[in-house]
């Protein structure tokens, strides 16, 4: 795949969250970034769409690297992710790598 080529380590160490036993576990944020740039390459205008096209196309799901039989992501999680990314700078750090 082309995105694995992409070097994301600083968006990935900066947006980890800590492992805790108890409570959900969030979606790992690679994926996250993987499907919001196929947002872009696929030209899905917006996130529901995004979010839809995940829940009907397992083969696009998997491609970016979300689990194929566990929950898609929502909008609310999208958009909290485009909030905090948007907050750092560490993928304008990763692109200039």
Do not use: C
């Not at 030209?43 to 696009?60: C, E, G, M, T, Y």
């Not at 799901?61 to 700078?89: A, C, D, M, Q, W």
């Amino acid at each position: 795949m082309v995105l694995s080529q992409l070097g994301f380590s600083n968006v990935v160490l900066s947006l980890s969250r800590p492992e805790y036993k108890r409570g959900p576990k969030g979606h790992d944020p690679l994926p996250l970034l993987y499907a919001l740039i196929a947002m872009q390459l696929e030209k899905i205008p917006n996130i529901a769409k995004l979010v839809d096209r995940l829940k009907s196309d397992h083969v696009f799901r998997y491609n970016y690297g979300l689990n194929v039989l566990g929950p898609v992501p929502s909008t609310s999680t999208f958009s909290r992710f485009l909030n905090l990314i948007s907050k750092s700078e560490a993928l304008e750090e990763d692109f200039k790598q």
